[in-house]
């Protein structure tokens, strides 16, 4: 996959209607002796609330979005993968205000399958973790073009 290719995959994640409105922002993603990672960030804003903290539900949406930017360059070109399962351990709750900062680092992947662990920390303390499997899918000309 060239440079142009992933930087346009990465955006179109990025630009999912879920991730944009959640205030998803990469900070960086990088690949290097078969080791993927993906850093990412989010405000904590009245939107990502209930009952006065942090939805568990944000978390998992953007653990998982994450995941597939640290996936993103293993990709083979005409490759996707799609979340296969997805389990998430919310530790500790996460007020309005914080900055959350996420990571992904791809653990192994196989020919069909990817597992990934991401984590989501605040100041340093660890708020949750989730374990991802990604189902690698060939993508139809249609949706490569």
């Keep these: 996959m060239t440079h142009s290719d992933l930087q346009s995959r990465r955006q179109a994640i990025l630009d999912v209607p879920l991730n944009r409105h959640l205030g998803l922002v990469l900070e960086e993603a990088t690949e290097t002796s078969g080791s993927a990672v993906a850093h990412a960030r989010f405000d904590v804003q009245a939107h990502h609330l209930a009952f006065g903290g942090l939805h568990g539900g944000v978390l998992y949406a953007l653990m998982d979005a994450v995941s597939m930017l640290a996936l993103l ?53 660890l708020v949750a973790s989730a374990r991802v499997t990604k189902s690698i899918t060939v993508r139809s000309p249609e949706e490569q073009a």
Excluded: K, N, W
């Design 73 to 125: 360059p293993t990709l083979a070109p005409g490759q996707h993968a799609v979340t296969h399962d997805l389990h998430a351990s919310m530790m500790r709750t996460v007020a309005q205000g914080a900055c959350c900062r996420l990571s992904a680092q791809v653990l192994r992947q196989g020919r069909t399958l990817a597992f990934i662990e991401a984590t989501a920390r605040v100041e340093g303390a």
